[in-house]
């Protein structure tokens, strides 16, 4: 069996004895007989580190792995700079608990300071949290700093991801709050602005829009933000972080609250997670940010240090009061998406999200002369929507050739996305199969 | 510590990327006006800059770590080991059931697993760390109320030793809090329990053992209680690491629970997250559960969607490559291990109370489970040194301190859990510390207050940071 036990079983005697109890059945005495298990777990028996890493391994093989992807829809193929993981799995960042001991914790405070300030950047916003658990969530989170007295109805895109909306109807249920879903124009592919102006109310607290939507679209944010703020209600904008490297910040479009998933930044795609959910707002709504936030100050000596600041807002201190109750968050992610964007710098970025742009429309052009049409025709990123006869038989079709294609949305659209990853050569092969199966 | 936007230059950077091989393509849409200020740095001066900051970091292997409630246990690298395998880091969780088997296989052991220890029926992994399982927990007990047409079930009782998370999760769900205060053991006052329960109950919240690490004997009577007014009984699993194998959640009248992956199933809390807080329930509340549930039958898996689900906790599946590594861990240590593990940590932590109970009053007067509280309630009063003073003086020492002022029902709480992962040598080393610690505060209270002097920065001013709060670098100059 395996254990992590250090004491030897003569060593666990003596101890008992120092302690004062004749044995472990003595010790544990504590625990009344009727609530005992009294049988063995029936789960196997523990196993050697040798035979456990060929059954993980085993385990791992029965994923099938894409070299070529070009599926998107939340989770992103991108490249990950080598320096990232060597950074991240440094076991000082990996073991460490949150930095509650300050003077002891300065490296884990700075960076995530650092991290916040590149996510202010990013985003153009003035105060960033040290993250929550993915865009979805930091997406229902930003619903509920959204309440006001008299405000309390969240309204959604019909254009954000699925999970966006799946997330915030669930934390709404929670907090007793109306859901209302802006539908999307059905030819455009975004949302119907005239209808959410009509839709919105005196007691509207926000409307959640991502932009790239789902579909990859850009949404019509300067129409949407007028519509919003003359309604009294406040803005929530998910953004693909890796389009703020060119596209207009929110900040610049005059959100109040910017929510995302900093996947894209260095963290694989893993199955879904863990991923890293950011949060930003303007000073103003500061004190409404959930989760933990670092902030500068100095020590005893006048020296510059870094601590967990504005804890007022906090469960640990406020309890039922609390902004949230988040506690643990993603901080290793945030500590990779910071390595990520220090090592590809403004330029990097940039390249990255103009690569997205340039081979996505390439894809697209290549796809469209393989015989599939685009389903809308407004300006989109990295992602974008096809149809054809029959969805299955083109994803059949590129998975036999080791090709991950598009996402199926119905029996005749597929989700499409690329990133700086493929290759001209790529698309190329993906848009000769279509045309053989199409 | 340079920040790494005072150690950018420029021009520098990595040469990460290709030219383009495609045309360029000029979007139609508007762009922001500056480039962001992220660093411009060489990889060299990059890993320098983290190193530096790693060097200023306190992590596991650097030194014992008896947070109070954290469980701050070995990570064993096997697991790290498992989580980096390609198969389980480049699958799109959108992929197909075929194709991810191997994932699907991990969730479903891991689930298994997992409900045979706290003796629940099913579980959503979605949850990605405690206090988001908590609310999941809170949400399935509020959808089992309303399903049935109970809606006058409007709070949830929750002791006054609780974690904050518990009332915070309850307020989340929507509940009024009903703080119940504690006996003078620190264990739930049944009278006390009894005149607050009631048809507006919709559950309890409560740990065993409890924050102050100490069984409560009366488990069986306290969920009858509840059970007997209507109400649910919710676990907390923070505390699971003091009895598993020798109790189970489910077999003391739980309900519902949640887990702490990054606690007791040894994953690494990666100075702050990503944890995972598996959420785990009685069948009857299993058509509630969120996310995707995972079924095998004939070797071969599927995902399924609870009936009456409570919709998404997260995206996705939950913090995958976090179960993957607690997977690992259960499959090593298996059904021997599992109680090995608890009676050791439940070992260490009387041991360690045995050796400074002397100097250093017990919050409570008896056998203690994977953890104890000490009050310096008296050194503050006779000698004005604090809980606050004797943790900064133990980082001198080179030890983490243990969790200080929690819970709240203990004045100048120090909160010890050594885990069974330390051996008796650094345990001996530790106690030692906190006895020269005691000696140096009666001998020079005063000093204490100027604790800690061999560290990096000394006692940051907090109120300042909170009062004119910077949380981002000025780029001004």
């Known amino acids: ?438 | 510590m340079q920040l790494i936007f005072e150690r950018s230059k420029k021009g520098r950077k990595l040469s990460l990327f290709p030219a383009c091989d495609v045309p360029a393509f000029e979007l139609d849409a508007p762009k922001r006006a500056d480039a962001p200020k992220l660093p411009e740095i060489s990889e060299n001066e990059l890993d320098r800059h983290y190193t530096e900051l790693a060097k200023h970091a306190q992590g596991l292997n650097d030194g014992f770590y008896p947070l109070g409630s954290c469980t701050m246990k070995h990570n064993p690298k096997i697991n790290e080991q498992a989580a980096a395998l390609d198969g389980f880091t480049q699958v799109h969780p959108l992929q197909a059931e075929a194709e991810v088997q191997g994932s699907l296989e991990v969730i479903k052991r891991a689930t298994d697993t997992l409900c045979e220890i706290t003796g629940m029926d099913n579980m959503t992994l979605q949850p990605a760390a405690g206090a988001h399982g908590e609310f999941t927990g809170l949400l399935l007990i509020k959808a089992y109320h309303e399903a049935r047409g109970d809606k006058k079930r409007t709070k949830i009782i929750v002791p006054d030793s609780a974690h904050g998370t518990n009332p915070a999760s309850a307020a989340m769900a929507g509940y009024d809090v009903v703080s119940v205060e504690s006996n003078e053991d620190g264990c739930v006052d049944l009278d006390k329990l009894r005149a607050v329960v009631g048809e507006d109950t919709a559950g309890l919240m409560l740990t065993n053992p409890n924050t102050v690490g100490i069984f409560d004997k009366n488990i069986l009577e306290i969920t009858n209680i509840i059970h007997e007014a209507g109400g649910l009984c919710y676990y907390d699993g923070a505390n699971l690491n003091a009895v598993m194998g020798y109790v189970r959640p489910g077999d003391m009248g739980f309900d519902v629970i949640h887990l702490n992956l990054h606690k007791t199933f040894s994953t690494p809390h990666g100075g702050g997250g990503p944890g995972s807080g598996p959420c785990g329930c009685k069948e009857f509340l299993a058509p509630y559960l969120p996310g995707m549930t995972v079924v095998e039958n004939n070797g071969v898996y599927s995902f399924t969607k609870a009936e009456h689900s409570i919709g998404d906790m997260k995206a996705f599946y939950g913090n995958f490559l976090v179960i993957v590594r607690a997977l690992t861990y259960l499959l090593t240590v298996g059904k021997e291990g599992i109680p090995a593990a608890s009676r050791n940590a439940v070992l260490n932590a009387n041991y360690m109370k045995a050796k400074l109970e002397d100097i250093y009053p017990m919050a409570y007067d008896t056998t203690c489970m994977h953890e104890f509280v000490m009050s310096l309630e008296g050194m503050k009063h006779d000698i004005d040194v604090s809980a606050l003073d004797v943790a900064k003086a133990l980082l001198d020492r080179g030890i983490h301190p243990p969790t200080m002022y929690f819970p709240l029902i203990v004045h100048e709480a120090l909160m010890v859990e050594p885990t069974e992962t330390e051996c008796k040598e650094t345990l001996d080393h530790a106690i030692d510390a906190f006895r020269s610690t005691y000696e140096d505060a009666k001998a020079n209270p005063e000093r204490m207050h100027m604790m800690p002097m061999e560290t990096p920065v000394k006692r940051l001013d907090e109120v300042r940071a909170a009062r004119t709060p910077v949380v981002k670098f000025s780029f001004e100059d």
């Open chain 1, 1 to 438: 069996m395996g254990s992590y036990i250090p004491n030897t079983e003569a060593e666990q005697l003596q101890m008992l004895k120092e302690a004062g109890f004749e044995s472990f059945e003595d010790m544990l005495s504590v625990i009344p007989a009727e609530v005992k298990l009294g049988r063995e777990l029936n789960i196997p028996e523990g196993k050697s580190e040798l035979e456990v890493s060929r059954e993980m391994k085993k385990i791992a093989a029965k994923n099938k792995i894409y070299d070529t992807v070009f599926r998107g829809a939340g989770a992103y193929k991108h490249y990950v700079p080598a320096i990232v993981n060597t950074i991240a799995n440094k076991e000082e960042f990996l073991t460490a608990y949150t930095p509650y001991q300050a003077e002891i914790s300065q490296g884990i405070l700075q960076s995530i300071f650092e991290y916040q300030t590149m996510i202010c950047e990013l985003t153009g916003m003035d105060v960033a949290n040290a993250s929550v658990y993915d865009g979805a969530t930091a997406a229902a989170e930003a619903c509920a700093m959204c309440q006001e007295r008299k405000r309390h109805t969240v309204y959604v895109s019909e254009t954000v991801n699925p999970y966006t909306l799946s997330v915030i109807k669930t934390y709404c249920f929670g907090s007793n709050v109306d859901v209302k879903v802006v539908p999307a124009c059905k030819c455009c592919g975004r949302t119907n602005t005239e209808k959410l102006a009509e839709m919105l109310d005196s007691e509207s607290a926000c409307f959640v829009v991502q932009h790239p939507n789902y579909y990859g679209i850009l949404e019509d944010i300067e129409t949407i933000e007028k519509t919003v703020h003359e309604a009294g209600a406040k803005l929530v904008m998910s953004c693909n972080p890796v389009t703020l490297g060119t596209l207009k910040t929110p900040a610049e479009y005059g959100a109040d609250v910017a929510v995302g998933d900093g996947q894209p930044f260095g963290l694989g795609l893993a199955f879904g997670g863990p991923y890293l959910g950011y949060m930003a707002t303007t000073s103003k709504m500061m004190r409404k940010i959930p989760g933990r936030i670092v902030g500068e100050t100095v020590d005893t000596q006048g020296e510059r240090g870094f601590v967990l600041t504005l804890q007022a807002r906090e469960q640990h201190i406020r309890r039922e009061k609390a902004s949230s109750n988040i506690c643990s968050n993603q901080a290793l992610c945030a500590l990779t998406a910071s390595v990520y964007l220090a090592a590809v710098g403004p330029d990097g970025l940039k390249e990255v999200a103009d690569q997205c742009v340039a081979k996505a429309h390439y894809l697209a052009s290549k796809l469209t002369e393989a015989g599939l049409s685009l389903k809308y025709d407004k300006p989109f990123f990295n992602e974008f929507v096809t149809e054809c006869k029959c969805a299955d038989a083109v994803i059949d079709a590129c998975a036999k050739e080791g090709i991950l294609a598009g996402l199926k949305l119905s029996d005749t659209e597929i989700l499409w996305c690329a990133t700086e990853l493929n290759t001209a050569c790529e698309i190329e092969k993906v848009a000769a199969i279509v045309k053989e199966v199409c």
